[in-house]
């Protein structure tokens, strides 16, 4: 496995469930990024570990629950989800530099909540 | 006002064409400008990465800068099918915020 990989790529969920999105960087980055993609809008940032800290939570609802056991592997954790988040769930990995980080994304995975 | 505006087309062109596309942002601040490509059922990659103003090629890749007019665009020349992808722009000043714009959808007709 190269890059970055996520699991699953596609998840359809009804609003009770409980799942779980994985990442995993094969690219000995130091950072992890989960982000938000939904049809012709910007991608949202949505949390950021560095280090394996979190560092970065821009306001998500308190039902996308991450955790980063180690510097490779990232998840997020979903419950009683709402129909709309469904989006796209990217996972990038960077190695913090001076300068701007240089973001690898995985393929996403598609979240339809039903 | 949105921090980055982007068109989001979509954009269609016959093959060989040359294509611009276009972002204007509001934060003077921003430094650090890229270009990301994201193809159908995949994540977006990095194309060109910049630093202030300026030309950058790379092929048949052309990003340029305007920090005077707060513009950026990036250029495909000799336009190829395989080109036809969502184009995202971004931009940052600060290692970890990275500002997208919304995308641009374009496709190369053969």
């Known amino acids: 496995e190269t890059g970055v990989t996520q699991t699953p790529r596609h998840l359809v969920m009804g609003m009770t469930n409980k799942k779980s999105l994985k990442c995993e960087q094969h690219?000995?980055?130091?950072?992890m990024y989960w982000y938000k993609q939904s049809a012709k809008k910007p991608l949202e940032l949505m949390f950021v570990?560095?280090?394996?800290?979190?560092?970065e939570n821009n306001s998500v609802p308190s039902r996308f629950s991450p955790e980063c056991p180690n510097s490779s592997h990232l998840f997020l954790h979903l419950h009683t989800l709402q129909p709309e988040d469904s989006a796209l769930y990217l996972c990038?990995?960077?190695?913090?530099?001076?300068?701007?980080?240089?973001?690898?994304f995985g393929a996403g995975s598609r979240l339809t909540v039903l | 006002q949105k921090e980055v505006e982007q068109d989001p087309g979509p954009l269609s062109v016959p093959e060989g064409a040359i294509v611009s596309l276009n972002c204007t942002y509001s934060?003077?601040?921003?430094?650090?400008f890229m270009w990301y490509r994201q193809y159908s059922r995949k994540g977006p990659e990095l194309l060109m990465y910049?630093?202030?103003?300026g030309n950058k090629e790379d092929g048949r890749f052309t990003a340029q800068v305007d920090k005077s007019s707060k513009y950026i665009s990036l250029f495909i020349r000799d336009s190829q099918p395989s080109d036809s992808a969502t184009y995202l722009c971004a931009m940052t000043f600060s290692a970890s915020k990275i500002i997208f714009g919304s995308g641009t959808r374009l496709s190369i007709r053969p």
């Open positions: 990038a990995s960077s190695q913090t530099s001076p300068g701007a980080n240089v973001l690898t």
């Open positions: 570990y560095s280090l394996e800290e979190r560092v």
């Open positions: 690219l000995g980055h130091n950072a």
């Open positions: 910049t630093y202030s103003s």
């Open positions: 934060n003077s601040a921003f430094q650090y």
